[in-house]
């Protein structure tokens, strides 16, 4: 996982790592917007064919909503529109708040990648046709204003934690509030501070792989996870050399270690002897469906070598 700063789009950092690490195929967890910075999750090689099982992670942020004034964005890069409001308190704001947590409808901006009859929503609206995008339902499980500036009062900031489901615009929350409150609003800043179980203080910064990467392959190897990292929740068992060959072929397997903790129809991690994860599968009663096989795994079958499904190149998450 990656440090992205704000400035380059998330195809920049995934270009940048991409040429770093020699690795063509780069998957990631969620785009940010140019202006936005925090942890952006990539999955390197083989570990591509995971990155679906983290689409749907919870994400965090912390954003700065500037009051006072509209854009055509929601963000600061839009045509900014000063509004005539009322002088607002922090606790005007706070209990503002409320309404947005929880299961809510939420207008996506119309400056949004959603496709609208095969185009993008940005593009129509920079030939200034904006398309009127349906509401959305998304989860709030977190908003709280954690500081206040007030130094200019009629243009004040605040700054809020967010805690959202996959799919959720803060962009939209910062427009809203400031609707909420007889005013109008736009997002400052935006940092994601967590994208499900990646956090941004663990996160690597795009100067750490430079540096490593002049240091060679094996300097920028030392710095990835396991191709399962954050996959700690779905269950796992391990399976023989002759259960992943099957499993690689594409055969039912049903696993010497038996089944604990897996309900069926239930995704569940598929690790070789050493607990390397080599696929995913499905429980079916007592026995597993292979559903994606890491590279790496089905390779070792090709060349007659199951004992080794889980060696050479291993992909793996930044």
């Not at 929503?121 to 046709?129: H, I, K």
């Amino acid at each position: 996982m990656v440090a992205k700063p704000a400035g380059p789009t998330s195809h920049d950092v995934v270009a940048l790592v991409r040429r770093l690490t020699e690795t063509r195929r780069i998957g990631h967890g969620g785009t940010l917007d140019p202006f936005a910075a925090g942890v952006l999750p990539l999955f390197l090689g083989g570990a591509t064919r995971l990155v679906e099982y983290h689409l749907g992670d919870q994400k965090r942020y912390r954003a700065t909503i500037c009051f006072g004034s509209s854009s055509t964005t929601d963000d600061l890069n839009g045509e900014l529109t000063p509004v005539e409001g009322p002088v607002l308190s922090s606790a005007q704001v706070e209990a503002a708040l409320a309404p947005f947590r929880g299961e809510i409808h939420q207008r996506p901006p119309a400056f949004s990648a959603i496709q609208v009859g095969g185009r993008r929503a940005y593009a129509m609206a920079r030939e200034g046709a904006p398309p009127e995008l349906p509401e959305r339902v998304v989860t709030v499980q977190e908003l709280e204003l954690v500081a206040w500036n007030a130094d200019d009062p009629s243009r004040p900031i605040a700054i809020v934690d967010v805690a959202c489901s996959a799919g959720t615009y803060v962009r939209a929350i910062a427009r809203d509030l400031g609707v909420a409150v007889g005013s109008a609003a736009y997002l400052g800043a935006l940092v994601r501070t967590a994208s499900g179980p990646f956090r941004l203080e663990d996160a690597l910064t795009l100067e750490t792989l430079r540096s490593a990467a002049a240091d060679g392959p094996s300097a920028i190897g030392e710095l990835l996870l396991p191709s399962d990292a954050g996959l700690d929740a779905m269950p796992a068992v391990r399976l023989t050399a002759i259960e992943i060959g099957d499993a690689a072929m594409g055969r039912f397997v049903r696993p010497t270690a038996g089944l604990t903790h897996a309900p069926a129809g239930d995704p569940i991690r598929l690790l070789d002897a050493d607990g390397r994860i080599v696929g995913i599968g499905t429980v079916d009663g007592r026995r597993i469906a292979p559903d994606k096989m890491l590279p790496v795994a089905v390779a070792s079958v090709a060349v007659g070598e199951p004992s080794e499904a889980s060696g050479g190149e291993g992909p793996a998450d930044a």
